[in-house]
């Protein structure tokens, strides 16, 4: 039975509007709003004479492609309405521009999952004064769509009269005028083939009772080829960005040389293709009785088995794929039945010659399969026929990431995945006050310290001590408590009351509030009510006597989930995601990252097989954003060859992406055994260094810093390109604007309270993803993560140290340049700075504009020799190679240590922490001064090319300009009212933190 059709519509709730620009010369506005959405518009009343207008109107907007609902644009736009002004009946047409608002379909959340959300009113043109936001609640939702609503015209309203005056963008509408309600009204949207839309496999293939009359086949047909479909360019029709819909394979789609659009990237062409014979054995019918029958496949070297199909019947079921590698081809394919529960009896089979097999070239549909049956040359007892379908393919084939690969026997452990982090939130509870406790009596001269303690599943956090009041029962905390949750929010957050007056702490009472009902903040200006929760009392002794019974007092808490910042899980100098947790806080798109592994060479034998030799099974982890992808394991190989691509959006590209390779050995445990596997290496890819549309390949070394030293365990081997049809001045701006989310600037947390935050986030993940199957255990999660980013190294500690001196060599080096022109050594140098020195001298308002042009001739010379593609770690930089041994055994080393006697135990616990934190800072004051130098290295083209640019205009403005007017100008705008303020971060500062330092390429 089919589902009934639906239709997708999008909901705008407009709320209300804060701080808009005055505009009817008596210090105030009339402003109504104009809604725009894929040609349909809508508008609200006209609110007389308010700067702070309320709406509160819903409107409705009818999706007429859900699929590419994320590419279109939502345009809400504010006007002040003239006829409501002074002087209504001179007024012009045209209405006055309030400031408008652009929202993009990856925005849109779906009901229930909505909130309200204030956007920042932008302008129209450079000269506009507009300030201001706006209130909005979007949201969309699926309804079943009524046949009899196409047969019938919709009813029509006229707009309301304040709707007369329209924007000057905007025909204005008469009394007739009449909303795009129905979906006829619509204009038809063209099909996009979607890269999931293929047809059905034979798992999904009708019953067999509808398939009894299919012809048995002596043998297997080439298949023809007879439609070719064409791959549909998904192109925004408003900002001229490009997406693509890939499926959650590893691959799909041809593999293609180039591509003849720039800004439409080739279909997974950064890998090269890899033959391998597919099987698909579906069941089998008429075979004499047996109790577990399974399937044989050889071909050449290539032995592989099904899984035994536990039925009593004669017509049993497997349903399984394989895929065999066709690197040493042979001719001949042999497939027999067997049933395991009578000694390997044989039951028949089929032989093929595959010179005559079919090549299938996805978007091709899957082969049917067919009825073959079954031999047994001169055994009489052989009877019965086996349904499958043969035929040839590459890693593309859609088939292939679940088949049973012959470079990986073990099936449960070595295909590959894609796995997605969960949604993380952070958790606010405010703990401002309890009453109606009963406390018991204190000591005389003794005070009473209350304490507050939250335990959500293995995180915990206490207030400081109480206030109290002077009702003695009565007692007051105000203070915040943070924690790291995700989603499913299944868990309970737990509320102790306890007294720690006395030695021993005696809980008095506790709560239980279900983290599934709390309310969800995206935004510093909502704020939550807080709420009285009842406590359970417990006895004066501490142990639960009739818990849930007696009524212990209640308790004050504000607790709500905070969307509006960013749940960091990565060390931020690596971090590759910015995005908050509301996803109607999310900035567009600005292109993808596409990643083909290609393989690895030269690794070390990471265990030993029973005759002695060593052997690999080596799989690869790439993490970008909340996306992790895995390869499948390459059994017994010291150079895989993976030759798998993976996709991401990119919606900032100063993140970085993190490729580890590890050796499998989860595959080997048995009985519940957990065996983690051991890293073998590790880089990391910053995406700014990248130029849009170009394809970098090249191998990286991996290094493993052991116990012994710094080890090479060999190479990878990959091709990454960061796709963007952006414009250059669009990705640009992008550096101008904040990395973390609003919340972070607005409501800053602390450096202890967030790597605490951090710990428990990698906590959720860890546990998240060794839910999945195959699972990804903590020890891959953690080193993906740099969990111990943290941790003393006195290795790491030098390091800083180094880069901090190679920061400051220009210091060095300009003195030595002044010693060698006070000494002569190069006259011409020398009579030339003479000059240029009387001329500053003579005219120093030439000063500033020769010093940015020479910044300008600095960068457009170190172009020559800017870096030819993506760096990997960096060894020397990491100071790895001349650590010593007890260096790295204190590395290596856990807190507390256990090397000596209790004092210096102490103090080495004391000092290595304190020299984490010198290590820390070390390490953000050479990150600075790396930036610093990022402005002309080049390591970043696009912030390089701003720089350098802006250089350019400054020289000419400020040759053009008397220095006088540019000082008094800069002077005037440092000690500028605090109104005239923006609590944000300036561009100037956005820009240099997202430069790029070397923070990323240490080990």
């Known amino acids: 039975m089919t589902s009934p059709p639906t239709v997708r519509k999008l909901v705008v709730e407009v709320i209300d509007a804060r701080d808009l620009v005055p505009k009817d010369g008596q210090g105030t506005s009339s402003p109504y709003v104009v809604i725009e959405f894929a040609g349909q518009r809508k508008r609200t009343h006209t609110r007389a004479r308010d700067l702070n207008p309320q709406w509160n109107e819903r409107h409705e907007f009818i999706v007429s492609d859900p699929s590419s609902m994320e590419l279109e644009e939502l345009n809400v736009e504010v006007y002040n309405d003239k006829r409501l002004g002074p002087a209504a009946s001179a007024a012009p047409r045209k209405n006055n521009f309030l400031g408008r608002v652009r929202i993009y379909g990856s925005q849109f959340a779906r009901r229930g999952e909505e909130g309200l959300i204030y956007f920042p009113l932008e302008k129209r043109g450079l000269l506009s004064w507009i300030h201001g936001e706006i209130g909005l609640k979007i949201y969309y939702f699926d309804e079943e769509k009524n046949p009899d609503d196409a047969k019938k015209p919709e009813s029509v309203s006229p707009l309301p009269p304040s709707s007369a005056p329209e924007p000057p963008e905007i025909p204005a509408p008469t009394e007739a005028a009449v909303e795009p309600q129905s979906p006829l009204a619509i204009p038809v949207a063209i099909p996009v083939i979607n890269a999931e839309e293929i047809p059905p496999t034979a798992d999904q293939a009708p019953p067999p009772s509808a398939r009894e009359d299919i012809p048995l086949m002596p043998d297997v047909k080439k298949a023809q080829n007879s439609v070719s479909f064409d791959r549909v360019r998904m192109t925004s029709r408003r900002n001229g960005t490009s997406e693509y819909a890939h499926s959650p394979r590893v691959i799909t789609g041809q593999f293609m040389s180039s591509s003849t659009d720039p800004l439409v990237p080739s279909v997974y062409d950064l890998v090269e293709p890899m033959q391998y014979l597919f099987i698909r054995i579906v069941r089998a019918r008429g075979l004499r009785k047996c109790e577990s029958p399974y399937v044989k496949i050889r071909s050449g070297s290539h032995s592989m088995r099904s899984k035994s ?11 399984q794929v394989f895929a065999l590698n066709q690197s040493k081809p042979d001719p001949t394919l042999e497939i027999s039945v067997w049933d395991g529960s009578s000694g390997e009896a044989f039951l028949g089979g089929v032989c093929f010659d595959l010179s005559d097999v079919p090549v299938r070239d996805p978007p091709d549909g899957p082969l049917a399969p067919q009825w073959y049956h079954l031999e047994g040359g001169e055994d009489r007892h052989v009877t019965g026929d086996i349904m499958l379908s043969v035929w040839l393919g590459t890693q593309a084939d859609d088939a292939f990431p679940e088949s049973c690969n012959s470079d990986a026997p073990y099936i449960t452990y070595t295909r590959s995945k894609v796995y997605q982090s969960p949604k993380l939130w952070y958790l606010r509870a405010s703990v401002i006050e309890a009453q109606d406790l009963r406390v018991p009596s204190p000591s005389l001269g003794s005070p009473v310290n209350l304490y507050v303690k939250i335990q959500l599943g293995f995180q915990s956090a206490r207030t400081r001590r109480s206030i109290s009041n002077c009702n003695a029962s009565t007692f007051s905390w105000l203070e915040d408590l943070m924690f790291v949750v995700s989603e499913p929010l299944g868990d309970q957050l737990i509320v102790l009351v306890e007294d720690r007056s006395a030695k021993d702490p005696i809980l008095l009472a506790h709560a239980a509030v279900p983290v599934a009902s709390l309310d969800q903040r995206f935004d510093e200006r909502q704020l939550v009510p807080p709420k009285w929760f009842s406590l359970d009392n417990i006895g004066s002794n501490g142990q639960e006597h009739g818990l849930g019974v007696a009524y212990g007092g209640r308790i004050q808490l504000r607790l709500c989930l905070e969307g509006g910042y960013h749940v960091l899980d990565e060390a931020a100098h690596v971090c590759s995601d910015f995005r908050p947790t509301a996803k109607q806080l999310w900035r567009p798109v600005v292109g993808s990252l596409e990643l083909g592994i290609l393989g690895a060479r030269g690794l070390q034998p990471m265990k030993t097989k029973s005759n002695g030799k060593g052997s690999t099974d080596a799989y690869c982890i790439a993490k970008y954003g909340k996306k992790w992808t895995r390869t499948r394991t390459i059994t017994d190989s010291f150079d895989p060859r993976w030759n798998e691509q993976y996709t991401w959006k990119v919606y900032d590209p100063c993140t970085v992406l993190t490729i580890a390779v590890f050796d499998n050995w989860r595959m080997f445990a048995e009985g519940g055994e957990d065996r983690p596997d051991y890293r073998i290496g590790k880089i990391r890819i910053r995406v700014s260094t990248l130029e849009s549309n170009r394809i970098y390949t090249q191998s990286y070394p991996l290094l493993v810093l052991l116990r012994s030293g710094l080890k090479k365990m060999g190479e990878i081997r990959i091709a990454v390109r960061f796709a963007s049809s952006a414009l250059l001045p669009d990705t640009c701006a992008l550096y101008a604007t904040p990395m973390l989310p609003r919340m972070h600037y607005l409501r800053p947390l602390g450096v202890a309270q967030q790597e605490a935050l951090r710990g428990a986030a990698i906590r959720i993940v860890a546990a998240w993803l060794a839910r999945a199957e195959p699972p990804l255990g903590p020890e891959v999660v953690r080193y993906m993560l740099d969990a111990d980013s943290h941790s003393w190294s006195l290795r790491r500690s030098k390091a800083n140290w180094f880069r901090i001196l190679g920061v400051i060599a220009w210091v060095v080096g300009l003195a030595q340049w002044l010693d060698d022109l006070r000494r002569w050594r190069n006259p011409m140098t020398t009579v030339l700075v003479h000059i240029l020195y009387l001329v500053l001298v003579w005219y120093p308002e030439l ?50 240590t256990g090397k000596a006697a209790e004092v210096v135990k102490l103090r080495y616990d004391r000092l290595r922490t304190l020299a984490a934190r010198v290590q820390s800072v070390m390490g953000d004051l050479a990150a600075q001064g790396e930036r610093v130098q990022a402005l002309v290295s080049w390591r970043d083209p696009r912030a390089t090319r701003v720089f350098i640019v802006m250089c350019l205009v400054m020289s000419l403005v400020l040759y053009m300009v008397p220095l006088k007017m540019v000082m008094v100008a800069l002077g005037f705008y440092f000690l500028r009212h605090p109104m005239f303020r923006d609590p944000m971060p300036p561009a100037a500062l956005n820009f240099f933190r997202r430069l790029p330092s070397l923070s990323d390429r240490l080990l």
């Open 309 to 319: 199909a536990r039925d009593a019947s004669c017509n049993p079921e497997w349903n």
């Open 847 to 896: 000063a500033a504009p020769t010093a940015t042009l020479y910044l300008f001739l600095i960068g457009a010379w170190y172009y020559r020799f800017r870096p030819r593609g993506p760096t990997g770690m960096d060894a020397r930089l990491s100071q790895a190679e001349g650590a010593e041994v007890d260096e790295l055994d204190e590395e290596f080393d856990g807190v507390p």
